[in-house]
């Protein structure tokens, strides 16, 4: 579905790689998480697959295309959600959703059918005619999740798309992606969120200072979902014995006096 | 509990205020403080050509036609009602636009304080507003009319006298135009339509008194109300302008109107009331209604336009980027007026234009010129319009990312914007050859221009149209600035716009300037003399013209998509 092999990415006017020699595949399906702190590499490496940004060396093939060599059949098979949610503000909801449908040559039926689900999962129909602008942060995300779906795609690509949303729709958005990868597509996400990952993923990558340093499953694998946090914590070279503690402490039902003892927190909670 | 006002509070807003509008020196670069200095003089310089026309229309009233009181009444009425507008918005920008109202109001301080430090700045700019304009009619009145020392204390009391006025009115009428503000604001064809109206008046107001000034300096002569009709209308309507003419009274009343003391101090007596009610109902209505007002524009901020019984609609890809270009320019206040105003209102323009300049030019050289200078006058006009293509790239601002990850051609994404821009200008240039076509090419308008003129005029700027917008949309790939703000529009306008622009005058003065030398004598370089036809020199500019688009084209598609897929936001 997606392969990056030997990926890099320098910025212009830096000497340093942003992106160092990552190589890995994503199967039809999954749920992959792309893990790591901020300026790790996590977006640069995005915006490289989606086409955003050129790279200096590797390739990267969605669905067998090559995003330098056919860049418009590979694009045809992705949807993003930019972590910025920044879309055209003087369109209305329904216009820019056309929009993005005619870019992707997506059948008026589809596109009514598409739209109409969407639109009652996100609770968007009272704003989807009136602009952008007037949307609110969470709106915005909403639009843009919509936008990327129209053409149901093969491969949904999802920078940290869990900011700044309400619970519910964070519930929706996770059950949708549940949903996309039944059918046989891939959902790969960037997040900060651990607890989210080990929940919804399948496999996950976590990236540290430009390079991927460790790839592993998460499905079915109850050891590796235990010790997430501190392979993280590791990679990431913020590992303290006390921090890592402090962090698992502040999860632990004994050390949260204002939960009630027989009830485990969310975060801690195994499928 | 009602809190009294704490002047510290008020203080310390208003110091507020000015930092924020205050420049960092030490965050300007080199070239922005180039900039600065640039605008600088250009401001002086056209405050200095102001000052110059002004001293015109002054002799023509005071010297020529004897009209004193007349003059300055007029002029308090020009200046008074300009610096009235300049007020409103300023107040309207400032008190109740302003995006700072919803975080002043975080701090712990009334909508009174805010109210109070806000106005001071308000009144500051309004005073050296209306000094700026106010003056200059003064000086030269006086200089003119060789005034005494007196005249010139009257006058600076008398200027700061007329400050108060435009602000106290600007100060009531502000609530009321920031409700009419909201009500269009989502009316986007009724804004156009506005604007359009407004760019037109202004103009055809600017050339008039333009054309007025040039005629009398062309001809000294000619008296501008050699009419007793139209002589009697200017002396009534100065001396029922009320309250203007009390201001001109007070000036030069008794010098020049022969008035007395009592008619004097009877005039100052209704100004200081007018002023006085004015002021206490500005403050009354504005300290009412200022907190409601900021607090109603903070809940309604987000308001916008809603279409309703809205479908789905398939459109080509083609026309889906043709119709979301449009409507991201159609549906922005400063690109309407910046581009689809501009594209309107230019007909108009080049006729207003081209009429002073052949009026001109066939009193002093002959009708020969006309095409030359139509050709001059329509491909500047057609420049500031291209010029918007310049942004094409930037505007795109924070949503640049889009254009990359959508499954259509860089190319065929630049060539829709090239073809929107492409088909507007086209039809701006051929409404502007009709213009003045009809106008200067009819038995009426003198058949300064011919069918054939017209024709090649309209080629050879379809020509340069579309190689000034390959250029602009080349020139914005190349560096394209993502500087937005508020609605994702363009905070200010780049560098490459000026580009264009210098481009597009530059080659509207060599066109013009080539058929004019040509329509008369020809060009003699030593013995050499190089004589031409219209026809003749209607072919070299089409095939320089064609030239340069072939140049631009290959400019502008040689490596695109590398081009393209190399900028980074």
Known sequence: ?271 | MKRTISWQSVLTLFRLDLRSRKDVAGELSKKDKGMKVMNVVFGVIVYALLVVGIYFLSRMFVVRDQMRIEFLTIATLLTMGISTVVAIGNVVKNLYMNGDNELLLRFPVNGTEILIAKSIYCALHNFVVSCLLTLPFYVVFGVITKAGVGYYFASILIMLFSTMLPFFVANLVAIPVMRIVNVIKNQFLLVLALIIVAICGCFIFYMTALSSILEYLADNNVNLFDDPVIRERVVNFAHNCYPFNWYAYLLNGKAQAGLTSKDLGLAFLYLFLINAGLGVGAFFVTTKFYYGTILKGIETEKESMIKRNAKNRKRSVFGTLLNREFFLIFRSFNYSFQYLAMACAAPVMVYYCNALASAMGTKSVGSSIVPGLTLLVVVIFVTIIVSFASTSISREGMVFYHTKVIPVSYTNQILTKLFLYGIVGTISVALCCITVGAAFGTEAGGNLLTPLDVGMIFIICELTVLAQTCLSVWADIKSPTFNVAGDGELVAANKNVALALFIGIFTAVIYGVFAMVFSFNGLAIGKLVINMQPAEVYGVLIGVSAALLIASACLFFINLEKRYQKIVP
Request: proline share 4%.
């Open chain 1, 1 to 271: 579905m997606l392969k990056i092999e030997h990926l890099k990415k320098t910025y212009p006017k830096s000497d340093r790689l942003a992106v160092n020699d990552i190589s890995f595949e994503l199967n039809p399906g999954e749920i992959f998480g792309f893990l790591g702190q901020n300026g790790a590499g996590k977006s640069t490496t995005i915006k490289c697959l989606t086409g955003i940004l050129p790279f200096d060396g590797g390739t990267i093939e969605i669905c067998g295309h090559d995003i330098a060599k056919d860049p418009i059949a590979a694009k045809m098979e992705m949807g993003y959600v930019p972590d910025n949610h920044s879309v055209y503000e003087k369109l209305t909801g329904r216009e820019y959703v056309n929009y993005v449908a005619d870019l992707y040559k997506v059948s008026l039926e589809d596109r009514n059918a598409r739209l109409e689900h969407y639109l009652d999962l996100f609770r968007l129909r009272f704003a989807v005619d009136r602009q952008i602008k007037a949307y609110s942060h969470g709106m915005k995300q909403k639009i843009c999740i919509i936008a990327a779906l129209i053409h149901e795609p093969k491969l949904w690509v999802l920078d940290e798309p869990m900011m700044g949303l309400d619970p519910q729709s964070t519930a929706e958005i996770i059950a949708h992606m549940r949903e996309h990868c039944r059918k046989g597509n891939t959902v790969f996400f960037s997040s900060h969120n651990l607890d989210l990952v080990k929940k919804l993923c399948d496999r996950v990558a976590i990236i540290n200072d430009g390079q991927l340093i460790d790839m592993f499953d998460l499905k079915n694998n109850e050891a590796n979902k235990a010790n997430l946090e501190e392979r993280f914590f590791k990679i990431t070279g913020t590992y303290e014995k006390r921090l890592f503690e402090d962090y698992v402490a502040q999860e632990s039902a004994d050390m949260r006096p204002d939960l009630p003892v027989d009830e485990e927190p969310a975060a801690v909670t195994e499928e």
